[in-house]
T-cell receptor
Framework: AQRVTQPEKLLSVFKGAPVELKCNYS??????LFWYVQYSRQRLQLLLR??SRESIKGFTADLNKGETSFHLKKPFAQEEDSAMYYC????????????FGKGTRLSVIA | NAGVTQTPKFQVLKTGQSMTLQCAQD?????MYWYRQDPGMGLRLIYY???????DKGEVPNGYNVSRLNKREFSLRLESAAPSQTSVYFC????????????FGPGTRLLVL
């Protein structure tokens, strides 16, 4: 079964501090991992995906198959990064729908 | 393009009432989804439709029915609303399943008294 765990419900950091949002997964096959973000009063949207290996808004995430993790990182947090972040998992075959974690609310303090 | 639209934005129901949440997308996507978002529970998949004419249960389908009316529209029906169905409901669409980016609607906030 697919499962995504985001251990932190709330993460507060100061502006300019590094950010790491944790995501661990459980999946028997080859996973594809995603991070979605929901800013206040905006729609949920894709932030980045493992398959494209992009850096979006300064965020990066590395898939660590040994630790079954896909942590989201940013070296210097900005106030506009405050949002709800969801990690999501799909099988590489693409035949199963996404499974989302419970989300982590990031609050960047000025 | 409007993307994914949902109606209504907000609804109050009494226990036992029925209602249908509407969702439409103008991106010619094949797959559509209904999620509910609850505090501390994240996003949970209710039903999805991989393509026109097909629907499948997600993680929490009990108490809901869906209809993929055509390629554009995917509705969610609550036949007999219960307080446990108080939630924010999101519709989403994607080109295909799994690996494709999902595009979300603005959400419908439902309160069942």
């Amino acid at each position: 079964a697919q499962r995504v765990t985001q251990p932190e419900k709330l993460l507060s950091v100061f502006k300019g501090a590094p950010v790491e949002l944790k995501c661990n997964y459980s999946y028997s096959g080859s996973p594809e991992l995603f991070w979605y973000v929901q800013y206040s009063r905006q729609r949920l949207q894709l932030l980045l995906r493992h398959i494209s290996r992009e850096s979006i808004k300064g965020f990066t995430a590395d898939l660590n198959k040994g630790e079954t993790s896909f942590h989201l990182k940013k070296p210097f947090a900005q106030e506009e990064d405050s949002a709800m972040y969801y990690c999501a998992l799909s099988g590489r075959s693409g035949n199963t729908p996404l499974v989302f974690g419970k989300g982590t609310r990031l609050s960047v303090i000025a | 393009n409007a993307g994914v639209t949902q109606t209504p934005k907000f609804q109050v129901l009494k226990t036992g009432q029925s209602m249908t949440l509407q969702c439409a997308q103008d991106m010619n996507h094949n797959s559509m989804y209904w999620y509910r978002q609850d505090p501390g529970m994240g996003l949970r998949l209710i039903y999805y439709s991989a393509s026109e004419g097909t629907t499948d249960k997600g993680e929490v389908p009990n108490g809901y029915n869906v209809s993929r009316l055509n390629k554009r529209e995917f509705s969610l029906r609550l036949e007999s609303a219960a307080p446990s169905q108080t939630s924010v409901y999101f519709c989403a669409s994607s080109e295909g399943r799994g690996l494709e980016t999902q595009y979300f609607g603005p959400g419908t906030r439902l309160l069942v008294l």
